[in-house]
């Protein structure tokens, strides 16, 4: 049989969404379906003095309007609960209509049902709020100082957490008299997902059996449903299904539980009709939880040799207005773990002060935390190389943790079971062909004119979120293992239940590559559900480069047990022992007679017949996994950049990107070097263009797309891949996860390599992203004072 | 009030009676039911939402219907020839030039546009051609590829 796990088989995905027949949430119909329209907060802080929804009633076809008193007159809970705790965090309450004080623009404030989108819209502008408007809260540093607008009066001075990772003692010691001290201020950019589709909502409440069915924009379904019925409507979740349909990107916005869809089901649940909400651009821009928003200072002793003796960063993290789903885990449990990169730090310590702000919610996007560990470590060694006048790749060289300490544990909590970091930084810089760009950069620096810069980015992460006693240990309260439930139907076909729930990573694709490759039936007799609590027992759904670590290792386990099983009735079926039988091809034989066989459907039709089997088997050919990891996984590779900046307009353009990852075993080489592509775009694009700004008073200025600069074709290159392979070593298929790394590596690739193009001018560092404006203003207050000194 | 328009969709006739402000992209997706062109932006950035009015990639979230009067409109749904898919739907699945699908229908309708008056363009051409296209799942990277082997499958069949 032909090998198909490692193989670039085209996705069965495919024909449905290239037809246009793809059935996402905003294209789903039900008869009596009504549609909701969200009256937001203009304010980034408000109180709320008066509501007044009678013109907004009056309208035609208009059916209802509600306001926080009409969730409370129903009883329901009405809260957006956080989903992930920390030892001592603040948790406000989070209604899912504001009370009496706005939070953020975009925060909701009443909603109203009508008969058609158009009539929702027009109604929902006839609702008058009065508001008194406050001073708002809106950087995380600003946010504590002293007079500072308070977002909770449950969290003094806006500090929802203060969170230390490391020892302090031995980190301040190493930096006591060190031969180096490299020290930054840096700033990571808030970004907003931008997921293609905007998030949507269709609620179907049915009274006569008290159930309600949320088809949701969702990564998770099942958390979805969990954190509704915990806080938010009131109903047990057997009275709840969430389904998710085709979901058009998520980049982690479609993880977390927002008031929307809370509020659309109290709609429908009210009404007892269907009601659909969906999100216009700047609603997403200004609801989707935001990504990043870090203020840091961040520092690395040195030894004469250039050996890394301790690291020490300090961090503002933005948190929002509210705390969001992950909210709390990213900038500390994915964060301060991932900052002893890929080197042999002795030691690290990390001191974050999580800030609510008048401003979105911030939460989990691509990366999420990892991205800035590597932004704060990858920034700090590219500048360590430069204050020391030794080259970059050779610096990452003398501090990387050798191939033999492994598993190496980092003074930051994480245990790396793997790693060969070499390999992937030497193929990168052959790639690149690094010697004659560094030639090509020396002339060009002495004739002036365009200048070339090469930036690197040797970066980790830990992925296959997330093994339950390491974030226990951390104080998580909660771990992220997955269930899979295979079942082989009496003719032989295998239908896959996942707890995985894709939006575009063609888990229908590489999980029946699985099974087909453990069982040995052809892939098109394997059939993948997920997406559905009504179908799939319980899952934890798609993030954090997850899915084929945790959710395909739990399929790779239930498979294995249905081999088990099917090595039993085989042996029935063949009179012999079921040690005695193995599998092979599809077909299981006894040793050492492979001709005389029964194949899967044999199997599979006498596991429910099963009218003669002794007593000690079962009927039935199922088997159920819950797969909790033993570690995270830890991916790496090496990346490097080369852009070329006119220092007379400050344009930065990249000219080339060159990416070698170690992503462990692959499944679909295809669909991997997909994830990676669609990485660097979004890592590119917040090193260069993306940025979500507020105004002092808290609005947000990039509400649309004619404001927040998403990379565009022509904008981007043809990326140059490459791989190592260093298997996981403590899942069943030794993958590690690749959703993510090209938006971990890429953002800091693309910064050292503008500040190496600018190092001429002594310019040691300029903050994301690198707009032709800044990049240019930094030559000229450089070359300025050069000109005065 | 409502005024009659009358319009190609898919090469069948469409009649039907609109309101002045309905978008024509709602037109096709509430109207006609043809869902697979999608809203991502409602201010003519994203492209998701593109058709082919007349032969010419226009973004449906920015036009009325009643703009649609008398043209033909095509859909993604109306370019494979029964079950047998477009070259440029063929090519965006072998290349895969889609992750989560959803810009996939406008891109494919830019690409046919593209095609259809540079039938051999370069890389470079084919990423200018996209301006008008956010994909935010594949970095462009096999769109490109996809649109490239589909210029050569279609023009080495039409020579």
Known sequence: MAKVLGTSIKRREDPALVTGRGKYTDDIKLERMAHAAIVRSPYAHAKIRGIDTTAALAAPGVLAAYT??????????????????????????????????????????????????????????????????????????????????????????????????????????????PAHHVVVDLRNNRLIPHAIEPRSALASFDSSKGELTLTLTTQNPHVHRLLMCLASIGLPETKVRVIAPEVGGGFGSKIHHYADEAITSFCSMQLDRPVKWTATRTETNATDAHGRDHVSKAELALDAAGRILGLRVHTYANLGAYLSTFGPSVPTYLYGTLLSGQYAIPAIHCQVLGVFTHTTPVDAVRGAGRPEATYVVERLLHLAADQLGIDQAELRRRNFIPPDAFPFQTEVALQYDSGNYEPALDRALEMVGYQALRADQAKRRSSGGKQIGLGLSSYIEACGLAPSKVVGSLGAQAGLWESADVRVQPTGGVTVYTGSSPHGQGHETTFSQIVADKLGVPMDQVQIIHGDTGQVQFGMGTYGSRSAAVGGSAIARSADKIIEKGKRIAAHLLEAAAEDIELADGKFSVKGSPDKGVGWGDVALQAYLAHNFPEDLEPGLQAVTFYDPANFTYPFGTHIAVVEIDPEIGQVKLLRYVAVDDVGNVINPMIVDGQ???????????????????????????????????????????????????????????????????????????????????????????????????VWRAIREAEAKRAAA | MKHKIELEVNGQKVEREVEPRLLLVHFLREDLGLTGTNVGCETSICGACTVLIDGKAVKSCSQLALQADGTKVTTIEGLAQGSQLHPIQEAFWEKHGLQCGYCTPGMILSAAYLLSHSPRPSKDEIRHALKGNLCRCTGYHNIVEAIEHASHKMSSATS
Request: net charge negative; glycine share 10%; with cysteine.
């Open chain 1, 676 to 774: 990676i592509h669609g990485g660097l775009a979004q890592g590119i694009g917040q090193a260069l263009w993306e940025n979500a700004v507020y105004d002092e008073t808290g609005q947000l200025v990039t509400a649309s797309l004619m404001d927040y600069a998403l990379p565009r074709a022509h904008n981007l290159v043809a990326f140059e891949l490459d791989r190592t392979v260093t298997p996981c070593p403590h899942n069943p298929l030794g993958v590690k996860g690749v959703g993510e790394a090209g938006a971990i590596a890429s953002p800091v690739a693309v910064v050292n390599a503008v500040m190496d193009a600018l190092s001429p001018w002594g310019i040691r560092h300029v903050d994301m992203p690198l707009s032709a404006e800044k």
């Open chain 1, 68 to 177: 926080a008193a009409d969730v409370a007159k129903a009883g329901l809970p009405g809260m957006i609960p956080v989903g992930w705790l920390l030892p001592d965090l603040k948790t406000p309450a989070h209604p899912m209509l504001a009370i009496d004080t706005v939070r953020h623009v975009g925060d909701a404030v009443a909603v109203v049902v009508a008969e058609n989108r158009y009539l929702a819209r027009d109604a929902a502008d006839l609702v008058a709020v009065d508001y008194d408007p406050l001073g708002a809260a809106v950087d995380p540093k600003g946010a504590t100082a002293a007079g500072a607008p308070q977002v909770h009066p449950e969290a003094p001075g806006n500090i929802a957490f203060d969170w230390e990772l490391g020892d302090r003692a031995k980190t301040d010691a190493a930096f006591a008299k």
